[in-house]
């Protein structure tokens, strides 16, 4: 896409992309719902009838204008974007400020061979330019004429004698199957989140489980159910109520594993030059890509299920997709799900070293235990004038308060290099954050009047993707890793934004 002084317009197929971005917008909506609960039949049928396709013309009409109102103009050296329909706003963004710059095809776009590109400038938190609706070809243009404009300017303003080129071949590239992608889907049910919301649905299950019993009596199914409820000594309505929880709990995983497939179907990890990029997706197409220079912090995860199936996540964040606020998924760099060979490569690739972990002070294990089994004493000794003996029950409770601690501090662990500082935290899974030391944004040594007793403190350090603490470390190591943290900030010379 050359530069252009007019202004231009997007594709009217755009208004799709509008009305998508609309709909969420409708939940401001919801107080208009307390009424219509409570105001009656008469007025529920006058809603239904007037005010559905009211708000839907509303809502067209609202997408239309967003259509209208929106152009924006490419210069030699900046992108200058209008939109708004009553708050009109005028935004410029130069291409020597661009960090990142995506492309995502949406299933809506494709058959019109259409893209949306977004642009990411330092310091944002989010993509600060959209730009829905233009030609894969036209999107593929700008985004390449922008990065290697962007690419001119080094750390202390000079011209870059390498500027960055997008059509090389790859130096390193990781595909992940199918096979994989159905594996993170399995890791990472973030669906069974929603298990708790069916409980108010309880009431409704007993007439229901009932009413399933009447008709499974002929059945053949109903010989099975009696045959377990037979062989348990239990009854068929629990029988039944287990079987209903056991497909609800395939159906979520089932659930995850499909919108895994959606979302990273085809991933492909590349590298060209420092530049990583990703690119997945079954009905939308994302491509998400940073500098190695722009790394801020690297995590890699194992839980309880990625044990089981031997494999990791790692999630990376780079300068201008985060902020105190949560971040959109949508705005990650992950690597979904990785086995062990593929980890060291991508380590290796990232320039993580082999950590030899340090253990921390015994007194964070100690303390909490003995505080938690006090507490326990106590409850036991109140409940043995209530209850009696059967009180004494509660004292089975310190043990296990010993062993829940004891792997919490035996998995918890600490490593200082030259460049990196790390923690290793889990329980039955574990995961490492790995902060680059020249880009720590803040650091402070931190004693409660506890651990002062003892001699101890935490240290805390900030980067820009929040802060990371290690607990319980002598006064006097914490200090010096401070000081020597601090001299790394300092000798830092490098370009991080």
């Given amino acids: 896409m050359q530069p252009n002084k007019e202004w231009q317009r997007v594709s009217p197929i755009a208004t799709i992309y509008f009305f998508v971005k609309s709909i969420p917008h409708l939940i401001n909506f919801w107080p208009a719902l307390v009424p219509l609960l409570a105001g009656g039949e ?3 049928q006058l809603a239904l009838m007037y005010g559905v396709p009211a708000l839907l013309v509303l809502l067209i009409v609202s997408v239309f204008l967003q259509y209208w109102f929106f152009s924006y103009k490419v210069e030699p050296t900046r992108l200058t974007l209008r939109s708004g329909v009553l708050n009109r706003k005028r935004l410029t963004l130069d291409f020597e400020r661009v960090q990142q710059a995506d492309i995502a095809h949406p299933f809506y776009f494709r058959p019109f061979n259409l893209a949306t590109l977004g642009f990411e400038s330092a310091g944002s938190a989010q993509q600060e330019v959209d730009v829905p609706g233009l030609s894969v070809q036209a999107a593929e243009n700008l985004r390449q004429r922008v990065l290697e404009q962007a690419a001119q300017s080094t750390e202390d303003g000079t011209i870059d004698a390498q500027p960055e080129t997008l059509d090389r071949e790859p130096e390193f590239s990781l595909h992940l199957p199918p096979t994989e992608i159905l594996r993170y889907g399995l890791m990472h049910n973030t669906l069974l989140y929603l298990a708790p919301l069916a409980a108010p649905l309880g009431q409704y299950l ?3 489980i009932e009413t399933s019993v009447a008709s499974l009596e002929h059945s053949q199914v109903y010989g099975l159910v009696t045959w377990v409820s037979d062989n348990l000594a239990v009854s068929v309505t629990l029988v039944l109520a287990l079987m209903a929880v056991m497909a609800g ?7 995850s594993v499909i919108l895994a497939l959606v979302r990273y179907w085809n991933y492909q990890l590349t590298r060209v030059g420092d530049r990583f990029q990703y690119r997945a997706g079954l009905t939308t197409i994302r491509t ?6 722009k790394l801020q912090k690297v995590t890699i995860s194992q839980g309880l299920i990625a044990r089981l199936l031997r494999r990791y996540t790692m999630h990376i964040s780079k300068a201008g997709s985060f902020s105190a606020a949560q971040v959109q998924d949508n705005q990650r760099f992950i690597v979904p799900v990785l086995d062990i060979v593929n980890v060291l490569l991508l380590r290796g690739e990232l320039s993580l070293p082999t950590a030899q972990w340090l253990s921390v002070s015994r007194f964070y294990l100690v303390f909490p235990v003995l505080t938690l089994s006090v507490i326990t004493l106590a409850a036991v000794v109140t409940g043995w004038f209530t ?8 004292l089975l409770f310190i043990p296990l308060i010993y062993g829940y601690f004891w792997r919490r501090w035996h998995c918890l662990g600490y490593y200082r290099s030259a460049e990196w500082l790390a923690l290793r935290t889990g329980f039955i899974g574990f995961t490492e954050r790995w902060l680059p030391t020249g880009k720590l944004q803040k650091i402070r040594v931190v004693a409660t009047p506890v651990s002062r007793c003892f001699g101890l403190a935490h240290l805390q350090v900030w980067s820009a993707d929040g802060v990371l603490t290690i607990p319980c470390l002598p006064a006097a190591m914490a200090s010096d890793l401070r000081d020597s943290l601090l001299t790394d900030v300092v000798n830092y010379r490098r370009a991080w934004l």
């Fill in 42 to 44: 008469t007025l529920r």
């Fill in 206 to 208: 007993g007439p229901l």
């Fill in 249 to 255: 709990t395939a159906l979520l995983f089932g659930l």
């Fill in 288 to 293: 998400r890509g940073f500098k190695h220079y």
């Fill in 387 to 394: 209850l009696g003996a059967v009180s004494l029950l509660g």
